[in-house]
């Protein structure tokens, strides 16, 4: 047998692996890199983080990312190099945040890597007859397992779309491993560029279980302050929070067929967009508004598209427990609308669950590794767009 094949047996055999989970967002603030110790599989999963930290991303790499992301023509070249320069910035972020742990490589059993996506391209929302969903993320896993010396699974969410699904949101999958809990209906909701939610029904039934897009989270916003601002970002809402909420905007930014969508269904910046922004505000005629006013009026705008989708899935009266993570959970003004507009709802976050919230992404494809190494599909019923299957190719270190 091939060493390498012995090894990555050995080491799926263990009582407990360490495995890095790696994301790296729409939103390109950096790679999160989650450390996890994890004993079982399925619903007897454990998982602890030892270990998280985001490893920044220089000026020029963002922009050299932003250079080929979200735009249907590219340097294709230019893809090309970004695919094995960017699994090589991974891999030296990787490395050093080891040494800052105290960790050898050997030590680590597997790598999770997301990989960074540049074009998401559900039939929803390319419309092409005779093409199937699409989705594509670089950052090649061949490369990370060299340069750091670890076995590496990578591109979960190609089989996600050769069963069946859009290729998003994955989240379904390690919610219900590691949060589900008989009796309590829980809403995972992650506010990243595009805001997601899983549903884990507390009758512990996958069949019942999705997972599903809802719309913009921070990326609309994230864009306008890039361009209006020169900021990253809204930090603590400041600039939102100095305008108001114009009502004609809003209602043209939600007039859209993405949220006329069925469940489950998923999005991306390829759709809501500056130029979206631009078309909404001229059809509404507001393309004079105050930079402030426009910001006030994006945050309302995301949080209606979440509560909109809450209560089209559960209705008015529904009372679950919505356990928030990701970047927008940070932004005050944004929790707040939600917590207007689902008054029946308990808000917590994945921390009341010892998740770190802003490391849950990370960890969640960690367990996603963990299951194609030592577990097995989890039946979610025979329902479109939730196929049952383990996700990752392996690329080994030599």
């Not at 930290?53 to 970004?82: H, N």
């Not at 076995?151 to 979960?156: A, K, V």
């Not at 505000?281 to 393309?287: A, C, D, H």
């Not at 994006?298 to 209705?315: R, V, Y």
Request: aromatic share 8%.
């Amino acid at each position: 047998m091939n060493n390498q094949i012995q090894s990555l047996y050995n080491k799926a055999a263990k009582a407990e692996r360490l495995i890095i989970g790696l994301m790296s967002g729409t939103s390109m603030d950096g790679l999160d890199i989650a450390l996890c110790a994890v004993e079982g599989s399925g619903l007897d999963t454990e998982i602890k983080i030892l270990h998280f930290k985001t490893g920044d991303y220089t000026v020029d790499f963002r922009e050299q990312i932003k250079a080929i992301f979200s735009k249907r023509e590219v340097d294709l070249q230019l893809v090309c190099l970004m695919n094995e320069y960017i699994a090589n910035v991974h891999a030296a972020l990787i490395n050093e945040a080891l040494q800052e742990w105290g960790y050898e490589s050997q030590q680590i059993d597997f790598i999770a890597s997301h990989g960074q996506t540049i074009f998401h391209a559900p039939k929803s929302l390319h419309q092409l007859e005779n093409y199937p969903n699409g989705t594509l993320q670089i950052g090649d896993g061949d490369h990370l397992a060299v340069k750091t010396g670890i076995i590496t699974l990578s591109d979960f969410r190609q089989k996600h779309l050769a069963a069946g699904g859009e290729g998003a949101p994955l989240a379904v999958y390690g919610d219900y491993l590691i949060f589900s809990k008989k009796g309590e209906d829980r809403i995972m909701l992650n506010i990243g560029g595009i805001a997601n939610f899983t549903y884990l029904p507390g009758v512990l039934d996958a069949a019942q279980i999705f997972s599903t897009d809802v719309g913009p989270g921070n990326t609309l916003m994230d864009q306008y302050m890039q361009k209006h601002f020169n900021r990253f970002y809204d930090k603590n809402a400041s600039v939102a929070k100095q305008g108001d909420c114009n009502q004609q905007l809003l209602k043209a930014l939600l007039d859209c067929d993405f949220f006329d969508l069925d469940f489950p269904k998923t999005t991306g910046p390829e759709l809501f967009n500056l130029s979206y922004l631009e078309n909404a505000q001229q059809v509404s005629e507001t393309s004079d508004l105050k930079p402030e006013d426009v910001m006030a009026t994006l945050c309302h705008f995301s949080a209606s598209g979440i509560a909109d989708a809450i209560h089209k899935c559960f209705g008015e009266e529904a009372k679950p427990h919505i356990f928030t993570s990701g970047g927008g959970m940070h932004n005050p003004l944004l929790i707040e609308l939600l917590k207007i507009k689902l008054p029946q709802a308990t808000f917590l976050t994945t921390d009341d669950l010892e998740i770190n919230p802003d490391a849950k992404e990370a960890v969640l494809f960690a367990i996603l590794a963990n299951e194609t190494l030592c577990g097995e599909p989890i039946n979610f019923g025979n329902r479109q767009g939730v196929p049952s299957v383990c996700m990752g190719k392996i690329s080994l270190p030599a």
